[in-house]
């Protein structure tokens, strides 16, 4: 059971039956076919595994799937999914809709709707696994989506080093891949999240983790934002991200949220624009907990 929004206006509007367009997922291509010429023997690494959801604290559906969610993630849990302890990352976006007020969303809405653009994200809650599997709306087929990509193979490493001081983050992101990337649609996003704040939500969720806050990466022309830098390198060569970015600490703007400035995390990750079954897959994720 999930919200569908229809329009840009958010109203509400509650759904019995599973999602139409489905939770099957994709088949992610082999990576040996992107940059790797013939004879080459290129450096392979294990990746991990990017969940990207869209939900809502107005979302009556949500609130049970983020929760068996978080259950899975919990090592007390008698659900905990100790396989994907050191693999599995989660993002999660607030939306708009079914109704008004989530707090998550209205701190800084533009990135959030554009990443649900990218998507085309029609329902709550919703998940795509490495950018180019529909996961759907049940958080027990995004443990299998998970389980079905584990230990996959990239060419890409990711580094993440970095510091806080009081609501200041600083550090960088490197990104090397083993095999030639140049000008085939590879970008890195850094996202900011949010981990425990506790809020009492009009759908009964009263605890919030992996909560997207802002993207570090990017950039502005002429007012086009984007929140990605272009990735184009040979192998073996290094791009190194700087960042140094500090929360307000007004964040989220509602008094009814708790949080603590300790639960700050990074999550970066290579994402590809393309074609074919690799269009949208995620190659690399990695994150950094702040305490």
């Given at each position: 059971m999930y919200y569908l929004k229809k329009h840009i206006l958010p109203y509400l509007l509650l759904l019995i039956f599973s999602c139409s367009g489905g939770g099957g997922g994709k088949a992610v291509s082999s990576e040996t076919e992107i940059g790797e010429g013939d004879g080459v023997v290129a450096a392979s690494y294990n990746s991990k595994i990017l969940m990207e959801l869209f939900t809502s604290t107005t979302c009556g559906p949500c609130f049970p799937q983020n929760s068996t969610l978080n259950r899975y993630l919990d090592p007390t849990s008698n659900v905990y999914a100790s396989d994907l302890a050191d693999h599995w990352i989660v993002l999660r976006y607030h939306v708009w809709w079914p109704a008004s007020g989530d707090p998550y969303y209205d701190w800084n809405p533009e990135p959030v709707i554009q990443r649900k653009n990218?998507?085309?994200?029609?329902?709550v809650?919703?998940?795509?696994?490495?950018?180019?599997?529909?996961?759907?709306?049940?958080?027990?087929?995004?443990?299998?989506?998970?389980?079905?990509?584990?230990?996959?193979?990239?060419?890409?490493?990711?580094?993440?080093?970095?510091i806080r001081d009081n609501y200041n983050i600083s550090g960088s992101v490197k990104v090397t891949p083993s095999v030639?990337?140049?000008?085939?649609?590879?970008?890195l996003f850094i996202a900011v999240t949010h981990d425990?704040?506790?809020?009492?939500?009009?759908?009964?969720?009263?605890?919030?983790?992996?909560?997207?806050?802002?993207?570090?990466?990017g950039s502005s022309n002429n007012e086009n934002v984007v929140y990605y830098d272009e990735i184009n390198l040979v192998a073996d060569q290094t791009f190194t991200k700087n960042y140094n970015w500090t929360l307000d600490s007004n964040w989220p703007n509602n008094s009814a949220v708790s949080w603590n400035v300790e639960d700050l995390n990074i999550v970066a990750f290579v994402q590809r624009d393309g074609e074919g079954e690799s269009n949208k897959k995620v190659f690399q994720v990695e994150a950094l907990a702040f305490d």
């Amino acid at each position: 059971m999930y919200y569908l929004k229809k329009h840009i206006l958010p109203y509400l509007l509650l759904l019995i039956f599973s999602c139409s367009g489905g939770g099957g997922g994709k088949a992610v291509s082999s990576e040996t076919e992107i940059g790797e010429g013939d004879g080459v023997v290129a450096a392979s690494y294990n990746s991990k595994i990017l969940m990207e959801l869209f939900t809502s604290t107005t979302c009556g559906p949500c609130f049970p799937q983020n929760s068996t969610l978080n259950r899975y993630l919990d090592p007390t849990s008698n659900v905990y999914a100790s396989d994907l302890a050191d693999h599995w990352i989660v993002l999660r976006y607030h939306v708009w809709w079914p109704a008004s007020g989530d707090p998550y969303y209205d701190w800084n809405p533009e990135p959030v709707i554009q990443r649900k653009n990218y998507y085309d994200v029609s329902a709550v809650p919703y998940m795509y696994t490495n950018g180019n599997i529909d996961s759907g709306s049940s958080a027990a087929v995004w443990r299998a989506n998970a389980r079905s990509v584990i230990n996959a193979q990239t060419r890409f490493k990711i580094e993440i080093d970095g510091i806080r001081d009081n609501y200041n983050i600083s550090g960088s992101v490197k990104v090397t891949p083993s095999v030639n990337v140049d000008d085939l649609g590879f970008k890195l996003f850094i996202a900011v999240t949010h981990d425990n704040s506790q809020y009492n939500a009009p759908n009964g969720q009263t605890v919030f983790d992996q909560t997207f806050i802002d993207f570090l990466s990017g950039s502005s022309n002429n007012e086009n934002v984007v929140y990605y830098d272009e990735i184009n390198l040979v192998a073996d060569q290094t791009f190194t991200k700087n960042y140094n970015w500090t929360l307000d600490s007004n964040w989220p703007n509602n008094s009814a949220v708790s949080w603590n400035v300790e639960d700050l995390n990074i999550v970066a990750f290579v994402q590809r624009d393309g074609e074919g079954e690799s269009n949208k897959k995620v190659f690399q994720v990695e994150a950094l907990a702040f305490d």
